[in-house]
DNA sequence: GTTCGTTCTTAAACCAGCTTAATTTATTCG
DNA sequence: CGAATAAATTAAGCTGGTTTAAGAACGAAC
């Protein structure tokens, strides 16, 4: 599977040749081998990433010293740690590619020039932002109504595609869970 | 403390005073008394809500019967199921006033007018969704890393005014505790 | 196909936070 | 104000999920 950005945003927002080309000269496209860094905590969060093809995940490390996946971004999405994005501050994240991948990336700067260029994409990131809340929303209601184990059951069967491409320990980190409860449920279930 | 809705797109995007009277003519004002329900399980979310004045909380019933708060909108803030809102579903949740509030709507088809007819405002929400998120990102990132004692500490340090507006059973489910956990943890703490 | 690092499993002890249920204190509103 | 209702507290017992520690299975790279 693979999709472009420019497929990504006529779904949303028609764009001319003239605009698609004003849009390329402000961002980068960039292939990124297995378990690559492209975003280290202390650094700022420079650029905004589109995953045309391959696997984010965005993590922090815990009072543990462990890493806590708090998000992952699959084919068609975007991803940053929007605080430190915004307001050019050091993030007390990581971002790292799971397999190759294939981004688009924006910087902060050139986001703003994008904007005031081509307006049009004010309205595109308008609907991508609250598409994301929109999903935020849902992903904090299962918090909330569901115990551990029907969390872990929930994203299991909601998207297998998913525990396949990604290693057991990170879906664990990722719901909130140890590996080692994982196992026991793995087996409960088995 | 009062804000209202030209005052706060002003902050982000200036607007003529014909744009300001097209913005008027899309939208309701209202005032709600103290208790009064919004959004009831169910319907669709039709409106999104700001606040100019008084404080929303959006909640859902749980498994147990009980009442579930995921969000609140104090002055300034928007608030919606966006996912009912978007794709016209009927929502799980209830959105009601806590104190008697002051209140602009928009309804799903004038939003969308409403941007048709002043494209500048898909900016103002561009931004503001993307606000969301980055505060969304936050949240999470806190739920991740903090024990529940510390979550609480948290948020009653950090937001004392708002502790004191809103009632300790409602600032205990949305932290996703039990109320006598809440009162177990203030005992511990004087 | 062997090696070495990475990932997953097993099991027992442990504890943060919940449940239950009874009591006290605040609020609301006639 | 005073009655009724809603909210907050207390304390004991319990449990879902973690911690710890050790070993087993996997998979990438030579």
Redesign the interface.
């Known amino acids: 599977m693979q999709l472009s950005l420019d497929e990504h945003i006529n779904r949303f927002v028609p764009l001319s040749e003239s605009e698609k080309q004003i849009l390329s000269s402000f961002t980068k496209s960039q292939v990124v081998k297995r378990r690559g860094i492209l975003l280290s905590n202390g650094e700022v969060s420079r650029s905004l990433y589109f995953v045309e093809k391959g696997c984010l995940r965005m993590y ?1 490390i ?2 543990k010293s462990a890493e ?1 996946i ?2 992952f971004a699959l084919e068609g999405w975007w991803l940053t ?3 430190s994005f ?1 307001d050019n501050t050091p993030s ?1 994240y990581f971002i790292q590619t799971i397999e190759a991948s294939k981004l688009v990336s924006i910087d902060r700067l050139a986001f703003d020039e994008l ?1 005031k260029a081509v ?1 049009k994409l ?2 595109y ?2 609907i991508i ?6 999903a ?6 299962y ?3 569901m115990s551990k184990e029907e969390f872990y059951y929930h994203f299991s069967s909601n998207f297998p595609e998913f525990m396949q491409r990604v290693p057991q320990y990170m879906v664990a980190s990722y719901l ?1 869970l140890t590996p080692e409860y994982v196992s026991e449920l793995r087996k409960r279930n088995s």
Chains 1, 2 share one sequence.
Request: aromatic share 16%.
């Open positions: 922090f815990n009072d806590q708090t998000q740690d929007f605080f915004m007390d904007l307006p004010e309205r990131f308008r932002m609250q598409k994301n809340l929109a935020s929303q849902l992903r904090t209601k918090l909330y109504e909130g």
